[in-house]
Every structure is written in structure tokens, then in C-alpha cells.
């Protein structure tokens, strides 16, 4: 049984807050009652919030409970796709800000916006409320959010800086006066969340081959020659794939980089000629949505003497726009980077009252739980990413033994997976 969540998004330090609708037993308030199920994500949330949310909520429910289920963070929106497809999803669930828009977009979520006022209204933060909305709609109103706490040694800065230009401008004269040290140091595990910071500052991150110096560097997509030179003179002895981008050897002469040339084709033999690259708009994986626009783009020119009509990076803030601009322009075919973007896409179109795939034909990548479940399903390219991590890992350990490389078998081929959305 599919079932129709309601959404309270927790955002800020990367996350959201799913409030799922009434699937437990009963309803709250009923004389039979009801069992509430809470999903709640890693040991943030501490045991005094949680007593106080199951108490509070038992006293003003008489005949109902409210039970929390802790999560992993890994692999919690592949659990929750699945879940939703099955009678064992739970009622509420916090998530990331960035994993909101697969659900919101979607229509899986309950909208909240008759509940705004009662949920804090202009007391919420409006950046949280913006990432917790589509379309118009509120699904998922901010739980909490993070805040970041700035060390410093007194004997190096006299005086703290009072705005983010201080704080930029006194870490550069700490870097200048250090040679070869930062001026900001990001500890701990969270390192990553040091990423936006440093991009948005123009800045860029180094290598981990630089700094690790391991026995092999692996790409999952082809490097540059200039790539290639820098990682060689940096001492490394092993690299794969050992040729440049376009050479022989590259990684898209293995099976699982195949997949751009499925998605194109395959729109190509449904009958459709005006074709659109959908991009994601996350930094880290650049290098690999790049890997695929351009193979995807090889194909379409070799098929057809002609390349996208129109290629744009989709976010949950702008898809509707583009989407539209997009029809304007007579795009009939969309072959997105995965299968979230794809998601985007169809929510919007199905928004904007585009028929899919009659108007609209859309292939996802990659075959994520949730292209099972969207209406319509989405087409998609399968990937074995298990049997595909196997591989290169033995292709990795090779390299740095020695040893005779793996055969590249069946799993890191990928298929074309047909459903409804193509």
C-alpha cells in the first residue's frame, strides 16, 4: 500500500524533518487510538526531547502511543522509498533539506500549508521554510538548526571578527603570515561541511592525492591529461584508468559508464527528437554529471548530427521554470544525470499539467527505489552498484599488488530498465 506522508523538514546543518501521515493502527485522538511511529535519524535528538515528545503526545492523545525508531543516515532514503511502496512505513521521518525534494516533488508528502501558522509561522526561519516547500506548498516545516562556533588562539587573533568578510579577511592574513598552513582549520569528522563554505568563497579544495598520498587513485570518470600529470607528479604509481578522457583505456570503455548512451538511444526509439541534458547542482560529483552529459551529447550528435536543445543543472527552487521554458522550446525527451533529478522533473511536469510521456518522455539513471515507486515509474538505468563496487575494488588491489586485474563480468555492465515514464 502507497501511502501519502506528511512532511515536517528540519533544516540547517543539512537537515529535514518527513512527518509521515497516519499509518499506524486507528488515530490519534479515536477511541480505539493508534500507534504513532517516529523515524528519527542518528543520536542528535536527545533522550530528554524524545521522552518529552512521547509524553506530551500520550497525554493529549488518551489511548494512542508514540513510538521512535532510531535510523542510520546511510541508506535512509532508499529504506524510506522502500518502506512507502509496503504497510510498514512509518508516520514521521526526518531526513536532510537536500533529500526533501525527492519526496516533495513527487507528491508523496502531506501538504502542511493549512498548518503553517500552528507551526510557527513568521517565527520560522524563512530560508528553512523555502527549502521545505514546493510549488507554492509547505510540506516541511524546520525542526532545528545548526550553528557553527569559531576557536581561536588569542595569541594569534587579538580581536574576533565581527562579520563573514572579518572572518574571511582574518583567516587570509593568518594563511599569509603562516606559509603553508590555513588560515581555518575545519576539525573532526565533519570536514565536509567546511565544502559550501570554501566554494562559495571561490575557493577550491585539494586533491586527496595530494595529501594522502596513496598506492592507487581511482576515477569514476576519465581525468584529463593535465589530471593525469598532476597525480603521477605527486608519486603515485598506479592509476586507473591509466589514458586521458577520449583515449583508449579511459573509464567509459568499461560497461557501467554506458549508461548516457542507453538513455539517449532509448529516447531516440520512443520517437523523440528534441533532447534535453537535466544536471545536478551538487559540486562534488561535477567531474562524473560531466562524464555523462558529454557521452550522452557523443551519442545524441553521432544518431542525429545535432546535440541538446537545451541542457540546464535542476534544483527543487527553479525546476518548475525550467521546466516550462524548457516546453516552450519543444523539448520532448529529458535525459537527467540520475534519478532524483529525473524525480524533480517529472513532480514539475505533473505540476505543470505536462503528460508524461505523451508530451513529456523522462530516463533516470541509475535505478534507485524510488523510481519504482513515483506515478508514473520512472525509466531508468539500472547499475549493479554492489557487484560493480567489487569490481573495482579487485581492480584497485591489483594494481597495487601487481597481481593480474579482475575480468570485467556482468556487473558492471548496466541495463535499460522501461517502465512508464518513456
Known sequence: M?????????????????????????????????EIRVWLVGADTPQEARDYLVETFEEDNPGSTLVIEEQSWEGLVDKLTTSLSSSDSPDIVEFGNTQAPAFTSVGALLDLSDEYEALGGDDLLPGFVEAGSYDGAFYAPPLYSGARVVFADPALVTEAPATLDDYIASATALAEANPGK???????????????????????????????????VMGMAPFTREQLAEIRGSGVQQIIP????????????????????LQVNHLLERGRRQLAFAASPDPRIADLVAQR????????????????????????????????????QGVDGVVAYNDDIAALLLGAALRSDI??????????????????????????????????????AELALSAATGSAPPHAGPETDVHLVVRETT
Do not use: M
Request: some cysteine; aromatic content about 8%.
Open 242 to 261: 591509466p589514458a586521458a578522457a577520449g583515449e583508449d583505456g579511459a573509464v567509459g570503455d568499461l560497461g557501467f559508464a554506458d549508461g548516457p548512451r
Open 2 to 34: 502507497k501511502k501519502t506522508l506528511v512532511s515536517a523538514a528540519l533544516l540547517g546543518a543539512g537537515a529535514v524533518v518527513l512527518a509521515g501521515c497516519a499509518g499506524g493502527t486507528g488515530s490519534a485522538g479515536s477511541d480505539e487510538g493508534a
Open 355 to 392: 503528460a508524461v510521456p505523451e508530451q513529456l518522455a523522462i530516463v533516470g539513471h541509475d535505478d534507485t527505489p524510488l523510481a519504482r515507486l513515483l506515478v508514473p515509474a520512472l525509466s531508468t538505468v539500472r547499475v549493479d552498484n554492489a557487484g560493480l563496487g567489487r569490481f573495482l
Open 293 to 328: 552529459r558529454e557521452l550522452a551529447r557523443k551519442t545524441l550528435t553521432n544518431q542525429t548530427g545535432s546535440g541538446f536543445v537545451a541542457d540546464a543543472t535542476f534544483s527543487e527552487i527553479d525546476a518548475l521554470e525550467l521546466l516550462r521554458e524548457w516546453i516552450d
Open 182 to 216: 590555513s588560515g581555518i582549520y575545519f576539525a573532526g569528522q565533519d570536514w565536509y561541511n567546511a565544502l559550501p563554505f570554501i566554494w562559495e568563497n571561490g575557493g577550491e579544495t585539494r586533491p586527496l592525492w595530494e595529501t594522502l598520498r596513496p598506492d592507487v
